[in-house]
């Protein structure tokens, strides 16, 4: 391990350091204009990764399927990086009367760019379901298909097709570990891989242009209006991938102003200074989030129908796409 994390270091310390001369993005040409070969995004097989996902059961940090589920995230993202291109960064939390294991998983791709990018997902799920319509099932935990299982099928399946077509910039993908521990109303105990993670960087001056982060995007129905902290701390970032997805003709990301949401984007731009949106499910008819706004989060969010019925692999092919096409025609 302290081999691999010390040629892990070096690939990015001597990578990740960014040019003051760049901007997050320059890129004022559409697709059709630029011209570049954009590899195929698979939804079903972003499904499957899900599916994947659920077959080790609640991810929960200290449970079976998170210590089962971490060693195969650990182990596909090697496949795909290869060894020496992925690190577990483990740690540990005093929780409600426990202590957590719990550990971030971070790949990089095209090691040898010096200009990268971040994406990330949280993988961990619930311990428990507040909002389910049974109350006996309430301290039971989630299977989590759309609230941590979508992203981080996106981002592996992101993974599979960078493993064959070597992206144009340095790509670093952060599964990160406790971002839904919290009880409701209790800040400190959520974001804990993104909070670990931005006052311990595993390569000091580590500094991507952007980065963006994936929650809920497999939901049926979803829609993406712009979420308002990324609006306020990545602008720019924000306006091309809404201005890609409205280029690709998908109408879900919505060019309206959705939510304050509170995530692990939230950390990154405030406690390690990176640009950083969300791209995350809001419903116009669901559960209460924030009283000030008209959006909500779905019917299933922090209930147990927040399972594989409820995913729609046509949302995640076109989240998909968007980021290939910023990938790999917009930097």
Same mark, same amino acid.
């Given at each position: 391990m302290l081999k691999l994390f010390a040629v892990f270091s070096i690939v990015i310390f001597l990578t990740g350091c960014r040019s003051e001369e760049k901007t997050a993005l320059d890129s004022d040409l559409d697709f059709e204009e630029r011209g570049r070969e954009v590899p195929s995004f698979s939804g079903d097989s972003a499904f499957s990764f899900v599916e994947a996902q659920l077959a080790f059961g609640p991810r929960n940090p200290n449970s079976e399927g998170h210590r089962n589920a971490a060693a195969w995230f650990t182990e596909t993202?090697?496949?795909?990086?290869?060894?020496?291109?992925?690190?577990v960064q483990r740690f540990e939390h005093q929780g409600y009367e426990e202590v957590l294991e719990l550990q971030n998983i971070i790949a990089?791709?095209?090691?040898?760019a010096t200009d990268r990018i971040l994406l990330s997902a949280h993988w961990d799920t619930?311990?428990?379901?507040?909002?389910?319509?049974?109350?006996?099932?309430?301290?039971?935990?989630?299977?989590?298909?759309d609230d941590g299982a979508s992203g981080v099928a996106v981002l592996l399946e992101l993974a599979r097709i960078m493993a064959e077509n070597p992206p144009p910039v340095g790509v670093d993908i952060i599964l990160f570990d406790g971002e839904d521990y919290g009880k409701e109303g209790d800040l400190s105990n959520? #974001?804990?891989?993104?909070?670990?993670?931005?006052?311990?960087?595993?390569?000091?001056?580590?500094s991507p242009r952007f980065g963006i982060l994936l929650d809920m995007v497999g939901g049926e129905g979803a829609?993406?209006?712009?979420?308002?902290f990324s609006t306020r701390y990545a602008p720019t970032v924000?306006?091309?991938?809404?201005?890609?997805?409205?280029?690709?003709? #998908?109408?879900?990301?919505?060019?309206?102003p959705g939510m304050f949401v509170q995530?692990?984007?939230?950390?990154?731009?405030?406690?390690?200074?990176?640009?950083?949106?969300?791209i995350i499910h809001q419903s116009r008819d669901g559960i209460q989030f924030d009283p000030n706004s008209q959006w909500t989060f779905p019917p299933y969010w922090h209930t147990h129908q927040d399972d594989i019925d409820i995913i729609d692999q046509q949302v995640m092919q076109e989240v998909g796409e968007v980021l290939l096409e910023l990938i790999y025609n917009r930097l």
């Open positions: 993202l090697r496949e795909y990086a290869g060894r020496n291109a992925v690190f990089a791709f095209n090691p040898t619930r311990p428990r379901a507040e909002h389910d319509e049974d109350p006996d099932r309430r301290d039971e935990p989630l299977m989590g298909a959520y #974001f804990l891989g993104s909070r670990y993670w931005s006052a311990n960087p595993p390569v000091p001056g580590y829609l993406f209006p712009r979420e308002l924000q306006n091309e991938v809404w201005r890609i997805a409205a280029e690709l003709g #998908f109408e879900r990301f919505l060019d309206e995530d692990d984007h939230v950390i990154l731009n405030q406690e390690y200074g990176l640009p950083t949106i969300n």
